[in-house]
């Protein structure tokens, strides 16, 4: 027999968004185009489903365990839902709006995921994001970081608030080309620097023969994490290497930047993060929040576009609409601000009887309060139901022949 609680629950890791929630989840969207628009940047909307080949391009093994993946019963091919939306952008720039010039894209949507990153979380994010092609220089990735940055004040989160984490995944590229490392020898070393462990990055490298600076310059990056005092410490090695001053100039540069943009702002770097070093091919950047909430996270990919036919620079961010929703709703209690604060509306009353001339008149006053902006509910004959029922904090009413608004106490 069927269990009937079957035919209602939703899988693990699925979410729905009650009416609540999803007013608050929207309005954070509508501000994040704003935000982006503001900047200059087009909005555009990927999507659901594509072959899979467009959709893994470029982002390895670890989306492509995070597709589902359907045959598509017209043609034949393998078809993918989108677990990232960054991968169908860069085909966008460089397939289908094909411009010689930067170009700037926002997208926000819900992304499908195989598997949750951890306990608890959602396999159905809201995710958003923005991104920059064209522009190899460091100023693209400064400009998306201030974006990143003016992103997360959204959710009310001031930059005393905020914790900007910093990389560059060249500094760990310099260093393997250096040592020549075959591919088997560069995942040894990679495996002992997610791990942060310093004697199997000493085992590693003595396998692979690896000695002298290039050997100190490995085992250094294990510890070349904290403030902004970790560019100069890092200048010990950029001898070891050709490309390491290069990326501790762009790191420095974006540090001035931030520091001038945004103060408040603390700032980490980390010389030994590699999330995603196959797929980044610079910069590494992620906005947190002081107590460890991840808010959004890019970096520099500038090979993507090469297999859709247009080798462009690109820099980027993306996050979950969901988790900046959360992080907003507890930055409105910890200021003080109530749910009814954020989400008012005008209710007006069920009244009987009423002649043809105030009907007219109401039905005015309704029509005025909507374009500018209102949210007006009205009461259906026979509905027990109040204001608060439907959120609103005001009410229309009639006093000595005219409809007016009053704040409900």
């Known amino acids: 027999m069927t269990d009937p609680t079957a035919v209602w629950q939703l899988p693990d890791g699925v979410d729905e968004l009650l009416p609540e929630t999803a007013w608050r989840v929207d309005q954070l969207r509508r501000q994040f185009t704003d935000c982006c628009t503001r900047s200059g940047y087009e909005l555009v909307m990927p999507p659901l489903i594509e072959y899979i080949d467009a959709l893994l391009t470029g982002t390895g093994e670890a989306t492509s365990l995070q597709t589902f993946k359907v045959v598509d019963q017209q043609s034949g091919r393998t078809l993918g839902i989108r677990a990232d939306m960054t991968p169908q952008v860069a085909r966008m720039d460089a397939h289908v709006l094909r411009s010689d010039a930067p170009s700037r894209l926002c997208y926000t949507g819900t992304v499908l995921r195989a598997r949750t990153d951890g306990f608890g979380g959602s396999r159905t994010p809201q995710q958003f994001g923005a991104e920059l092609f064209g522009y190899a220089g460091v100023d693209a990735d400064i400009e998306i970081i201030r974006l990143m940055l003016d992103t997360a004040q959204l959710a009310g989160l001031n930059n005393e ?13 310099s260093l393997c080309k250096a040592a020549q490392f075959d591919a088997a020898q560069q995942d040894a070393v990679y495996t002992a620097m997610t791990r942060g462990s310093l ?4 085992a590693a490298l003595k396998a692979a023969q690896c000695k002298g600076d290039v050997s100190d310059a490995f085992n250094a990056l294990l510890e070349l994490q904290g403030d902004v005092s970790v560019i100069d410490r890092a200048k010990r090695w950029a001898g070891s290497a050709d490309g390491i001053e290069a990326a501790l100039q762009t790191l420095s540069d974006v540090v001035n930047a931030v520091q001038h943009s945004h103060p408040g702002v603390r700032l980490v770097l980390d010389l030994g993060e590699l999330r995603g070093y196959r797929y980044h091919t610079g910069m590494l950047f992620a906005a947190y929040t002081t107590t460890g909430d991840v808010i959004a996270r890019g970096g520099r990919y500038d090979a993507i576009g090469k297999a859709f036919g247009r080798d462009r620079p690109a820099t980027g961010f993306s996050g979950d609409l969901n988790e900046l929703n959360r992080l907003a709703t507890a930055a409105n209690q910890t200021n003080g601000s109530t ?10 009353p069920h009244i009987a009887n009423l002649t043809a001339q105030q009907e007219a008149a109401r039905w005015s006053e309704v029509v005025a309060l909507r374009s500018s902006g209102e949210r007006v509910v ?5 509905d027990a139901s109040t204001a608060a029922n439907y959120r609103c904090n005001h009410q229309l009413l009639e006093r000595e022949g005219t409809w007016c608004v009053q704040r409900i106490q």
Request: proline letters at 6%; charged letters at 20%; a negative charge.
């Open 161 to 173: 608030d905020l914790v900007l984490d910093l990389g560059h995944v060249g500094v760990y590229q």
């Open 339 to 348: 749910e009814k604060d954020s989400i008012s509306g005008v209710f007006v």
């Open 199 to 202: 004697p199997d990055m000493q």
């Open 378 to 382: 009205l009461a259906l004959p026979n």
